[in-house]
């Protein structure tokens, strides 16, 4: 378990933060989402529909970027980079903790019939932080 | 040229975004940093320090998504994906013009003797947003 600096530890409690994967060709995406960092194991966690690409992304290239800008201030910031992996949430488990995060959303009204949702688990590997 | 959506044109003016590069080894690298959004061409540049990871990652895998965030919404964001072409700066000519988005900063005075600027230009292939 990789630690989180105290200075940066906050930047965790955000909304949202910019998760980068890789595509099956090579290439980059980015896209901003809501997690759930857990302070016991030290893992950041992600709801994701089925449907979207950086699902299909993590599922072929289970290796991502997070990173977390301080709301207050762009110039601090938090990466927390390592490999992912991916688990079922067919009942929508998980989906209803991050919705807890975020005023009691219902994630299952953001998507489609047919889709359905994993967790994504990202288990830093190397931590990097910039600002004071 | 790939066009902006007239909805998300302001958020090119914002002081950071989050640009996602690729190493080697295929791993994910995403990090905030200065940008210039040229309107003649639709390009988006950045000067990099020639020995950050994400210009070595730029040079060996020229593709990169850059993600900005509207300072006043955080679910409100653009994705631009493609290639990056990467070109000398040695004399800070492009560095200069940076500076001076950013309040005149010299940017010779952030990097360490030895080290030197590159030109990294994101010509957007695909263009993305999220919010209205």
């Known amino acids: 378990m990789t630690s989180?600096?105290?200075s940066h530890r906050l930047l965790l409690d955000a909304q949202v933060g910019v998760l980068a994967t890789?595509?099956?060709t090579g290439a980059p995406q980015a896209t901003a989402l809501w997690f759930l960092f857990d302070e016991a194991d030290?893992?950041?966690r992600f709801s994701l529909n089925t449907a979207r690409q950086k699902t299909k992304n993590l599922r072929t290239r289970p290796e991502a970027s997070f990173?977390?800008?301080?709301?207050?201030?762009?110039?601090?910031?938090?990466e927390?980079?390592?490999?992912?992996?991916?688990?079922?949430?067919?009942?929508?488990?998980?989906?209803?903790?991050?919705?807890?995060?975020?005023?009691?959303?219902d994630l299952?009204?953001?998507?489609?019939p047919g889709e359905t949702r994993v967790v994504a688990t990202l288990r830093p590997r190397k931590v990097l932080t910039w600002g004071e």
């Open 42 to 44: 030290g893992a950041v």
């Open 108 to 112: 299952r009204t953001m998507d489609q």
């Open 67 to 78: 990173l977390v800008l301080d709301p207050a201030n762009p110039y601090r910031t938090i």
């Open 22 to 24: 890789v595509s099956a």
């Open 80 to 105: 927390l980079r390592g490999s992912v992996e991916v688990a079922p949430d067919d009942d929508y488990a998980f989906a209803a903790q991050v919705g807890a995060k975020y005023g009691g959303v």
């Open 4 to 6: 989180i600096p105290a």
